[in-house]
């Protein structure tokens, strides 16, 4: 089985902050469904999991989440907002039932949290300033200059540029996904390292400061391109709810409803493909 660093690695930081899976809460099915609501935690992340101008749950996690309610007689969601870092201590801390953040399925996030089967599947990018003037198109670059390159608080790539031995000093965190275009286009750093999704909707959104770099060589870890499966999370005792979750999402992935949320959102006919190349089992265990 082929490895990606998403697979084999997590900062052994974020497991001393998330601490122990034992102290998770079960979220019961039978008590969700007699209450008629589901309680979702997404990121605010475009195009994973978001509020709209509106206030209205929008993104992949959230639009498949909303089949998924109804598909097992839910009737409401109450929707969470929060950090990316946030998101599995607030289901260890019973704040919501599930996470629709498209959340990458690590071993290490295993030992914290019950994934569904995955509902998607993405590669990397690297937002730059406008005309890339430092000429970057690649993670592993940072290792060999002065560049500084972003990522935000608790997301995956910190373990692609640690893989890639670029110094922590010339590693810019920022909390969430918002703050990365001004943090490009002042040159507070270079590159911002996210999915190639991601990448792609801030440049949109940029305002001609700043552009997905163009091309961009994805990051080999272990001779492979790292390749991420994006899931539903749960808390660790909460197998029930994760289970009917798994049976409706099966049923869902069969559906041009489910390919036609995976194109709505800038996934391609391969990403959705290759949602269906791995198990969570083989996710988490490496």
Known sequence: MQKTLRTCLLASALL????????????????IRQSGTLRIAIANEIPY???????????VGPDVAKHLAQALGIPHIQWTTTSFGSLIP?????????VAAEMAIL?????QVAFSEPDSSYGEGLLVAKGNPKNIHDYASFAQSDNKIA?????????????????????????????AIST???????GYAATSLTVSQLADK??????????FKDPIVNGQPVRSWGGFAFASGSTQLRDAVNQALATFK????????????????????????????QLCKG
């Open 49 to 59: 999991g978001y509020m709209d101008l509106d206030g209205q749950a929008k993104g």
């Open 90 to 98: 607030g289901l260890q801390a019973d704040r919501y039932d599930m």
């Open 151 to 179: 990522i935000m608080a608790g997301a995956d790539q910190l373990d692609m540029l640690q893989a890639l031995h670029v110094p922590a000093s010339r590693i810019v965190t920022i909390s969430s996904n918002a703050d």
């Open 16 to 31: 001393g902050a998330l601490g122990p899976a034992s102290g998770s809460q079960a979220a019961d099915l039978a008590a």
């Open 254 to 281: 069969q559906t041009d409803d489910w390919r036609q949320i995976m194109r709505h959102y800038g996934f391609s006919a391969d990403d959705a493909q290759q949602s269906f190349k791995r198990t969570t089992a």
């Open 184 to 190: 490009v286009s002042t040159g507070r750093a270079d």
């Open 206 to 215: 940029g305002q001609g400061k700043v552009e997905a770099a163009t091309p």
């Open 107 to 111: 071993p290490q996030r295993c030992q």
